[in-house]
């Protein structure tokens, strides 16, 4: 006697997989990696990561001012990111994407707002404004 | 908040008061030669969460009675503040940390509250104390950061674009019986009758 059982499930161990994956990655945004450790061209000794933090927070000392492009852009564009999480979850619960694609993009859309804020002298900082994705409590 | 000046001038003696320090400066104000630990207080985003509204108040004492009623529109707003304490002490009791530290619980002294309360302001988070040290004149300065939310009505009052408002009406009419004469006036008929 031989018996064989089919599991016809339609997507859903696809489904289940992809909702887990998106719960368990996460964003990251920021200056940071190869082009964050290089030293600025312009900054007198300073790392890349260095110069953008004396923007982020200001220099008070050395006459610069506060000039957030990271906290204000999270602040300013709260509602927007919100907006685009929610879209990403329902987008990985129709299949239309996967969780890595649709994290991707939230990043993407970010990384593209804290250019924009940023000051520009050589560009360098702007394009060390990256972003990973990495699986909660792991590396990328 | 109606005028920044006094908002920031709250802020300023909020930010003394929580701290315990005796010196806060604005980011673009000239900065302090001082051995003593200060404050520096900078904006970091203004966020406009919701659609600002417009209401008309009404002002009995004006003369003028198309003047009546006075427009101010009014919303919410979400300031976020950072407060960064400098100190050339490194000593567990006068360091950057150990202010920031009493400012997470002083905060909430109700003379704290309501010094931002006069401006239509309230606390509404502190975030964690963080070191943020940064080079400048060839030594390191030593500073340490938190980042303050606060929940706040915006308002402006529009005082020259006051109007009236509809506070009575005279009524008169001109009612004719079946027969073609004009029924009496009063009672069935109105002559200028004031409604209230």
């Known amino acids: ?140 | 908040v109606t005028s920044w000046q006094a908002f920031q001038d709250a802020v300023r003696a909020w930010a003394l008061l929580a701290t315990g320090l005796s010196l806060a400066v604005w980011e673009n104000e000239p900065r302090p030669r001082t051995p003593e630990a200060f404050v520096v207080l900078s904006w970091v985003s203004a966020v406009r969460p919701g659609v600002d509204e417009l209401v008309y108040d009404f002002d009995p004492d004006t003369l003028d009675p198309l003047a009546e009623m006075v427009p101010t529109v009014r919303g919410p707003r979400v300031y976020v503040l950072q407060l960064a304490v400098e100190s050339y002490s490194q000593a567990a009791s006068a360091n950057g940390r150990q202010y920031l530290e009493r400012a997470s619980v002083r905060v909430r002294w109700p003379r704290a509250v309501a010094t931002l309360a006069a401006e239509n302001a309230a606390l509404a988070s502190l975030g964690p104390a963080r070191g943020a040290d940064y080079p400048a004149d060839q030594r390191m300065v030593s500073r340490w950061l938190c980042e303050a939310r606060i929940n706040a009505t915006a308002a402006e009052t529009d005082s020259a674009g006051a109007i009236g408002r509809i506070a009575t009406v005279a009524v008169s009419s001109d009612v004719d019986d079946v027969d073609g004469t004009e029924l009496p006036r009063p009672p069935l008929n109105f002559e200028d009758e004031v409604m209230p």
């Open chain 1, 1 to 140: 006697v031989s018996a064989r059982v089919t599991d016809r499930d339609n997507g859903l161990a696809a489904l289940r997989r992809d909702l887990g994956t998106l719960g368990a990655l996460r964003l990251r945004v920021g200056v940071f990696g190869s082009r964050a450790n290089a030293p600025h061209e312009n900054a007198g000794g300073m790392t890349v990561l260095e110069l953008g933090l004396v923007h982020e927070f200001g220099a008070p000392a050395a006459g610069i001012p506060q000039h957030s492009y990271i906290r204000a852009v999270l602040d300013e564009r709260a509602g927007e990111i919100r907006a685009m999480q929610r879209a990403a979850a329902a987008d990985v619960a129709r299949q239309r994407v996967t969780a890595f694609a649709a994290l991707v993009r939230i990043g993407e859309t970010v990384v593209g707002w804290m250019r924009e804020r940023v000051p520009v002298q050589s560009g360098q900082l702007r394009d060390a404004i990256t972003f990973n994705v990495v699986r909660a409590g792991g590396a990328s």
